[in-house]
């Protein structure tokens, strides 16, 4: 699509989109403050089209999450915001029966979604629950990690089977707050799963469940996925067969998308969310290597080679990933100019 497909010259990312779906730490906000162009183009898109914002994030309810939206300045109401909970319940009505006893491992973003749905909240293994729902929130500990353990081997011991389903929102391994990066609703699931010996169904990012319920949500046949990771967002789009576009204002860079597996390939490179807008320039074969824009590289046996830098900007990494990408060879055996990630 967006690096290796055929677009009419002058067509911008946008084109032929009926939906945006959105990250929001790194896209949208960092920390407590909005990263620029972000507010205004996120409004402009909403104007013309749907805008979701798709989230792994458990702690918070989709209205928790919309009114921080709103304070950022962007026109959001909760309906637009779609929550890993949320794709968890999906999940878990093919599981249990409607106005079953779930055992909840974290807080109100998984609360509120059960009880919408008529399904009973339980903290306690005791309470004999149908199954078990686990997502992140700051308050969880050992005890609450004990009670799904409880619950899940109530049938049986580790590893058997007969258990009851047990649902993660997402297997985020990290999370980035205030004062550095700390473990994530991954690293406590691996907890449990070390306690009860199988895994859960997993309902986030990059599973397909929580992009599915977005598909429904906005009826989008063509959305395009925006995000800033990899591993989780372009990775997840790519599993749900929608287009994807990765913008550089958050966790991965240029030396990470030079890195990158066929599966964790975006369609588009975007510096900031200005470019959702703007035209997207062609890639193309040129004399043995790609050209973007005026920007042309090849690949030389084992070296990358900058045959012309362009204006030294996001074409020569959108064409340096192109030619890295289509040669085949593993990036750790190829030599990159520092200036091409750096």
């Known amino acids: 699509m967006g690096l290796f497909g055929t677009r009419r010259s002058g067509a911008t990312p ?3 989109v009926d939906a945006v779906l959105a990250d929001l730490d790194g896209v949208v906000y960092q920390g407590p403050h909005a990263i620029p162009y972000a507010v205004e183009n996120l409004n402009r898109a909403k104007a013309q089209g749907a805008v979701g914002y798709i989230t792994n994030n458990a702690s918070r309810s989709d209205a928790s999450v919309a009114a921080h939206l709103a304070e950022l300045g962007l026109d959001v109401v909760p309906a637009d915001v779609v929550t890993s909970p949320q794709a968890a319940m999906a999940l878990l009505a093919g599981e249990v029966a409607d106005g079953a006893l779930v055992l909840v491992v974290g807080g ?11 399904y009973r909240v ?10 078990v729902v686990q997502g992140f929130a700051p308050e969880v500990g050992w005890r609450q990690l004990a009670e799904a353990s409880f619950a899940l081997n109530a049938h049986g011991g580790p590893g058997e089977p007969g258990g009851i389903p047990w649902i993660a929102t997402n297997m985020d391994w990290t999370i980035p707050v205030e004062r550095g990066i700390a473990p994530g609703n991954g690293t406590l699931v691996s907890a449990v799963h070390t306690a009860v010996g199988r ?4 309902a986030g990012k990059p599973e397909t469940p929580i992009f599915e319920e977005a598909r429904r949500r906005f ?5 395009l ?10 990775l997840g789009a790519n599993r749900a067969g929608m287009a994807s576009a990765i913008v550089l ?4 860079r240029a030396k990470q998308l030079l890195a990158a597996n066929a599966d964790s390939r975006p369609d588009f490179i975007l510096g900031d969310l200005r470019g959702l807008y703007a035209p997207y320039p062609p890639t193309e074969s040129v004399r043995g290597s790609v050209r973007v824009g005026s920007a042309r590289v090849r690949i030389d046996g084992r070296h990358v080679v900058v045959v012309d830098e362009g204006d030294g900007g996001l074409d020569l990494l959108r064409a340096a990933c192109a030619a890295v990408w289509n040669s085949g060879v593993a990036i750790h055996a190829l030599e990159v100019p520092a200036r091409l990630y750096s």
Request: no cysteine.
């Open 219 to 223: 009826a989008a046949e063509r959305p």
């Open 225 to 234: 996925v925006v995000g800033d990771r990899l591993d989780t967002d372009i």
């Open 108 to 118: 109100e973003g998984i609360t509120t979604e059960l009880e919408r749905r008529g």
């Open 122 to 131: 339980t903290r306690s293994a005791d309470d004999h629950p149908d199954a």
């Open 199 to 202: 895994f859960p169904l997993v």
């Open 14 to 16: 946008l084109d032929g």
């Open 249 to 252: 204002t958050g966790v991965d």
